[in-house]
């Protein structure tokens, strides 16, 4: 990981693999970042589960864990303050709008469909691009 500037901004950019150990690479960058700059428990915890969501749905659901595709990860540190991530996949996008809502009994006891759900209630801001291949999560701390 690149060490962060004296005032505590940065802008950092990660690709992976579209396979499952690029989430431990990620939790890894992660992890360095937190200690560099001091976060506490409550929005380490949030952050690394958005991120985690993020970075499985990018590789399983958008890029089909083809080894082709990568995923694009950038980091905006602003004025010590806050956290921008924008994950990024190569593939086609979902509809980000028309997704099923997990707490609704129906859907309660399926293995799967929490991600964007987890994202939006964890992250300061959640934003999806207009194709559904993109998210950015902003942090404060």
Do not use: W
């Not at 992890?31 to 985690?52: E, F, H, P, R, S």
């Not at 958008?62 to 593939?91: C, H, S, W, Y």
């Not at 996008?93 to 929490?114: A, M, Q, S, V, Y």
């Amino acid at each position: 990981m690149n060490n962060l500037t004296e005032t505590m901004d940065g802008l950092y950019s990660l690709q992976l693999q579209s396979n499952s150990q690029s989430v431990a690479v990620m939790e890894n960058f992660v992890d360095d970042l937190v200690k560099q700059l001091n976060i506490g428990d409550d929005v380490y915890a949030n952050l690394m589960t958005c991120l985690n969501e993020a970075i499985t749905n990018a590789i399983y659901h958008g890029n089909k864990q083809d080894p082709e595709k990568k995923v694009f990860v950038n980091l905006e540190v602003v004025n010590n303050k806050r956290l921008m991530f924008t994950i990024a996949d190569e593939g086609d996008g979902f509809d980000f709008t028309n997704i099923p809502d997990p707490t609704d009994i129906e859907n309660l006891e399926k293995l799967t469909g929490r991600g964007v759900y987890i994202m939006k209630k964890l992250a300061d801001q959640c934003i999806f691009n207009s194709k559904g291949n993109e998210v950015e999560l902003h942090f404060k701390y």
